[in-house]
């Protein structure tokens, strides 16, 4: 009810459902309001009549969520010129752009596990494995991706993993300083070292180093 001596401001309107006005109802810029339905429409500079807001958020230029616990996002319609709400968050998920498309999301998936580019999009991926905990070692030991390996004797041999992947790493270290005086073996196990198809011997006291596999040619880059 308006205050005493006010005149209330209403606009064009219709309290019966489906009704929408015409062109003719409206001069460019005015205002219509369905009551009914609680649609609001105007009119363009092209004398079109066009529908700009819904409470029921399925239809309009904004077109927003139905409810505000709808938990929708909302995104620009290139076809429609409309803002409308896309596919509702699912509860931990990250949202990736999809271009003029609708988002992509990406679920937590296993524990651990981190996002990760594929080089054209992002993945839930385990993580890459990382050096181990040192590893003492005093007799002949077959490495694996990944391992640390101190020496603690002298005349023993560390063996490189067979077949390995770009990317594989090993790292070797002398942890007595004798590899001087009792040197030790890294076995190449068929692949290149430095480019050489020879075994690596290690005779620097307290040396480390990481040896990293490339490729066939290379092999393990020292």
Known sequence: MPQTGFTPIQLYR???????????????????????DEKL???????VVKEIASSGGSTGDVAGPASATDGAIVAFDGTTGKLEKSAPLTANNVVIGNGTGAPNFVA????????????????SAAEAAGIEAPTIVSGNTNATSGQFLVASAGSITITLPAG???????????????????????????????SSASDLVFDKNFAEITMTYIDATIGWSV
Request: avoid cysteine.
């Open 14 to 36: 219709s309290s019966t459902s489906s009704n929408t006005p015409s062109a003719s109802d409206l001069v460019d810029g005015e205002l219509a309001i369905n009551t009914a």
């Open 41 to 47: 429409f105007f009119k363009n500079s092209s004398g």
């Open 108 to 123: 937590p998936g296993t524990s651990g596990n981190v996002l990760k580019s594929n080089g054209t999009t992002w993945t």
């Open 164 to 194: 390995p992947s770009a990317g594989d790493f090993v790292v070797v270290k002398d942890g007595t300083g004798a590899a001087a005086t009792t040197s030790f073996t890294v076995a190449r196990n068929g692949s290149n070292i430095a």
